[in-house]
C-alpha cells in the first residue's frame, strides 16, 4: 500500500546552481516536515504544482538517497493567473478568512480552478494502484476527491482543509457553493483543524445540500463521510532540541546584545489576515500612551513575501513599510528604531533563535486557520509570553497563552504592556503548560493518526468472516474489545458502529450474541442499550434475570457488619459481590486499616482480590472460563467464538479451544488465541461482515 499526496504546493523546490545542476531544498511550512518522513519511509507518489523550473516533470526524492517520486504539474500562465491567483487566492482564501469586500467571484476563474482540479485528479489516477491511500490538501484542490472518487467508487480518500471554514451565512455567498461541498464530500475523511470549522463544514452540507448530517458525519448515497476536528501539530522535540543547542543560544544572545531592549516579536507571511497593520498600531498606541516604554522596546517584525503578484498584496506591503516608516519616524531617538522590519523568510536556525531571544511574541492574524508560528514559538522560548489572537485556529489549544483581540488596539496595547511585566515564574509556568499540549499530539502523531484512520480497520482474516455462515455463538469481551480502552470506564464509549452490529446480530436468524465482561451489567446497557442482548457481568458471576442465591446475599451482609469504619471508606455493595475502597482514606490510616481487613473472617467458598487501594470479597470459582463454558452448554449446535483483549478473557480462549471453538485476541501480546484482530474497529467490522452473512 503507498500514498499518494496531491499539494498545490511541492515538498522540495528546485533552484539552478552555478555549474547547470538542480538543487532540491525543502519547502518552508508544516506539509512537507508533515508528510516527507512518511513517503521516505513508506514511498509513493507526490502530486504537486513545478513551479519553478517546469520542464522537470518528475523527479525522485529526496536528493542523495531517494525514497519516493514527486510528479510536477506545469500550470500554463493562464492556469496560474485564473486557477492560483484567481479563484484559490482571490475568491475561496478572502471568503474562508471572512474578508468578503476582498472575495471575488468570476466565472472564468472557476472554470480553470476545475480545470487544474481535473489535471491533478487524472495524475493521481495515472499512478493509483488498488489499495493505495489517496490524501488530497487544502482549498486549492477541493474539487479532486469528488473527481477521483467517480472513477475509483472503492478507493480510500482523504483530505484536510488548512484554513478555516467559514459560516455559513458567509459561505454561501459563494455562487459555486454546492459544487465545492460535493467535491470534498468525495473524500471518506474530511479534517479541519478546528471543532468549529467541522460544525461550519457540516452546517453547510446540511443547509446547502440537504444532506443527511449525523455527529461528525455526512450521508452520501451509500457511504458515510467522517468530517473530524485533527489540528496539526508541530515537530516540538526539534524544535526543543534545536532551541537548546549552544549555537542556537549564542545566537539568541547576539541578537538580545544587539537590540539593547525588551523585544516582541512577529513572524508572518505577508497577508492581509495576519492583521499586521492593526499591530503596528496597537505598537505605535502603546508608544503613545507609556512614554517609559521608548527607548526599551523594539518591535522586530519578520515577513515573509507572500503572493506578490496580486494587487492586494502589493497594496499590503505599502502599507505596512508606510507604517513601520511613520512609527519609526515619530519615536526614535538616540539610535533607537522603534520597528525592525525584515523582508524575508528566515532559515529555521535563525528562527529559532529569534524565537528564543524574544521576551514577547505577538500572533495576531484577524482570521487564521490554526498559525504554526504560536506552537513553535510555544515549544522553542524559555522565558518569553505568547500573545495569541482569540481568531487563529489554535487559540483553542494554547491554554498558557495571553489571548487578545486584533481589532481592540487600545486593548492589545494593555496586553503587551501585561506581557513585559509578567513575572519570570508566571511565563515559565505558562510555557510549560503551552509545551504540555503540544507535546500532547505532534506532528508525526497528527500525520499518523490521519493515515491510519484513512486507513481504516486491516483488511480482516477470510478465514474468520467465512465462519459467518455456520451458526454461531458469539461471546465478546467489552472494554478492548468491543470499545476502545478509555481512560475513565465511565468514558468507555463503544467503537463506532458497535451498537449497529450487536443490534443486526440480534435479529440474526442462526446467530446469537453475548457479552461476557468484568463491570456489572447494568453498565454494559449503559453503553449499549439493547435490552435483549445477553449481558454476562462481574466475570461470569451476574447473568441475565438471574439474582444472587439468598446464601449468598447473607454472606455479603455478614461481611458488611465486619467491616471498619472510617472516614472516607466506600463500601460498594456490587449485588453478587462486595468490594471495600480506601483510596479516600487518609494515608496514614492505610496500614491500620488493612490490618483490620486482613481480620475480616472470608466464609467458605468465598475468595479475597485486593486491587489498587480497594478489596473484593467475592465467591471463589468464577471466572471467564466458566462463563463460556456455561454459555456454550446453554446455546449447543453453535460453534463458540469468543473475542477479547484482557488478560483475564484467556481463560475463555481455553475454553473455547478445548470445545473446537475459536479464539480471537485483539491487539498484540501473548496469547492461547488461535486467531488475532488488531483493534475494536476490526471488532465491528467482523461482526457487521457476520451480521450481514444470510
Ligand atoms: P500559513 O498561512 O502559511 O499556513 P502558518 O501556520 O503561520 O501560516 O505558517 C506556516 C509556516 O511558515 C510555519 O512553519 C512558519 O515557521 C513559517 N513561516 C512563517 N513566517 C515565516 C518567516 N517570516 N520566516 C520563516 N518562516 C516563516 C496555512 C494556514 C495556517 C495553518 C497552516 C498549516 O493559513 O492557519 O496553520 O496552513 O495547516
Known amino acids: 500500500m503507498a500514498v499518494i499526496v496531491l499539494s498545490n504546493r511541492e515538498p522540495y523546490a528546485p533552484t539552478l546552481q552555478a555549474d547547470g545542476r538542480v538543487r532540491w531544498t525543502p519547502s518552508i511550512g508544516g506539509l512537507t516536515a508533515a508528510l516527507d518522513p512518511v513517503m521516505q519511509r513508506d514511498g509513493g507518489t507526490w502530486i504537486a504544482w513545478g513551479e519553478k523550473h517546469p520542464q522537470i516533470t518528475a523527479v525522485d526524492l529526496p536528493p542523495g538517497q531517494p525514497r519516493y517520486r514527486v510528479e510536477r504539474l506545469a500550470l500554463s500562465a493562464e492556469e496560474v493567473r485564473l486557477h492560483y491567483h484567481g479563484f484559490a487566492n482571490g475568491a475561496l482564501w478572502p471568503m474562508s478568512h471572512y474578508f468578503l469586500e476582498r472575495a471575488q467571484y468570476r466565472a472564468e476563474e472557476w472554470a480553470a480552478y476545475r480545470q487544474v482540479n481535473e489535471r491533478f ?77 467541522a460544525r461550519h463544514f457540516l452546517d453547510a452540507c446540511e443547509r446547502t445540500l440537504g444532506a443527511e448530517v449525523g455527529n461528525g458525519t455526512v450521508k452520501v ?11 496539526i501539530g508541530i515537530e516540538v522535540q526539534e524544535f526543543e532540541q534545536l532551541a537548546a543547542a549552544p549555537d542556537i543560544t549564542a545566537r539568541a544572545q547576539r541578537l538580545r546584545d544587539n537590540l539593547r531592549t525588551l523585544m516582541l516579536l512577529c513572524v508572518d507571511r505577508l497577508d492581509y489576515t495576519k492583521g499586521i497593520p492593526e499591530r503596528l498600531e496597537a505598537f505605535r498606541s502603546f508608544l503613545e500612551r507609556h512614554p517609559t516604554a521608548r527607548g526599551r522596546v523594539t ?50 536556525e535563525d528562527l529559532v533563535a ?33 500573545l495569541l489572537s482569540r481568531f487563529a485556529g489554535a487559540a483553542g489549544e494554547m491554554p498558557g497563552a495571553i489571548e487578545v483581540n486584533p481589532y481592540d488596539v487600545d ?4 496586553s503587551l504592556l501585561r506581557a513585559l511585566r509578567m513575572p519570570l515564574e508566571e511565563k515559565k509556568a505558562r510555557l510549560e503548560r503551552l509545551r504540555a499540549s503540544l507535546r500532547s499530539s505532534d506532528l508525526k502523531t497528527w500525520t499518523a493518526a490521519f493515515l491510519r ?45 458497535a451498537l449497529e452490529a450487536l443490534a443486526r446480530l440480534l435479529h440474526h436468524p442462526a446467530h446469537r450474541a453475548a457479552i461476557v465482561t468484568g ?102 470459582g468464577y471466572g471467564k472460563g466458566q462463563a463460556v463454558r456455561t454459555l456454550m452448554a446453554a446455546f449447543p449446535g453453535r460453534l ?42 476490526s471488532v465491528v467490522a467482523l461482526l457487521t461482515a457476520w451480521g450481514h452473512h444470510a
Request: charged share 25%.
Open 411 to 414: 486593548g492589545l496595547a494593555e
Open 121 to 197: 485528479a487524472a495524475a493521481a489516477l495515472r499512478q493509483y494502484r488498488p489499495g493505495d491511500l489517496l490524501w488530497v490538501h487544502d482549498y486549492q484542490l477541493a474539487l479532486v476527491p469528488g473527481l477521483l472518487r467517480r472513477h475509483l467508487p472503492e478507493a480510500r480518500i482523504g483530505f484536510f482543509w488548512h484554513i478555516p471554514w467559514a459560516s455559513q451565512d458567509v459561505f454561501r455567498t459563494l455562487p459555486w457553493d454546492r459544487e465545492v461541498l460535493e467535491g470534498l464530500l468525495g473524500a471518506d475523511l474530511v479534517g479541519m483543524h478546528t471543532p468549529a470549522y
Open 354 to 386: 529569534h524565537y528564543r531571544a524574544a521576551d514577547a511574541m505577538l500572533v495576531t492574524p484577524l482570521r487564521d486557520g490554526l498559525n504554526l508560528v504560536a506552537k513553535e514559538f510555544a515549544a522553542s522560548s524559555r522565558d518569553g509570553v505568547l
Open 299 to 348: 518591535l522586530v517584525q519578520i515577513a515573509v513575501p507572500s503572493r506578490q503578484e496580486v494587487g492586494a498584496y502589493l497594496k499590503l506591503r505599502q502599507q505596512v513599510e508606510g507604517l513601520v516608516g511613520q512609527i519609526n519616524g515619530q519615536f526614535s531617538r538616540d539610535g533607537w528604531t522603534p520597528v525592525h522590519y525584515v523582508y524575508r523568510g528566515l532559515d529555521r
Open 640 to 681: 463458540p467464538v469468543y473475542l477479547g483483549d484482557d488478560f483475564t478473557d484467556e481463560e475463555a480462549f481455553e475454553a473455547v479451544n478445548a470445545l473446537g471453538g475459536v479464539s480471537v485476541k485483539v491487539g498484540a501480546g501473548p496469547t492461547a488465541a488461535y486467531s488475532r484482530l488488531t483493534s475494536p474497529a
Open 221 to 231: 448515497g451509500a457511504r458515510t463521510v467522517r468530517v473530524e476536528a485533527r489540528p
Open 519 to 620: 463491570r456489572r451489567s447494568v453498565q454494559v446497557y449503559g453503553f449499549l442499550p439493547l435490552p435483549d442482548l445477553y449481558v454476562v457481568g462481574l466475570h461470569g458471576m451476574e447473568w441475565p434475570e438471574t439474582s444472587p442465591p439468598a446464601p449468598e446475599r447473607l454472606v455479603i451482609e455478614s461481611l458488611a457488619r465486619q467491616f471498619p469504619a472510617a472516614p472516607g471508606l466506600r463500601i460498594e455493595d456490587k449485588r453478587w459481590t462486595v468490594a471495600v475502597h480506601y483510596r479516600n482514606v487518609a494515608p496514614e490510616r492505610h496500614a491500620e486499616l488493612e490490618r483490620q481487613l486482613d481480620r475480616v473472617v472470608v466464609p467458605p467458598g468465598w475468595e479475597v482480590i485486593p486491587g489498587k487501594l480497594v478489596r473484593e470479597f467475592r465467591p471463589a
Open 453 to 497: 484512520d484513512l486507513a481504516g480497520p486491516d483488511a480482516l482474516p477470510e478465514e474468520l468472516v467465512s465462519l459467518g455462515a455456520r451458526p454461531l455463538l458469539i461471546m465478546c469481551d467489552y472494554d478492548g474489545t468491543l470499545a476502545p480502552i478509555a481512560r475513565v470506564p465511565r468514558d468507555a464509549d463503544p467503537q463506532p458502529g
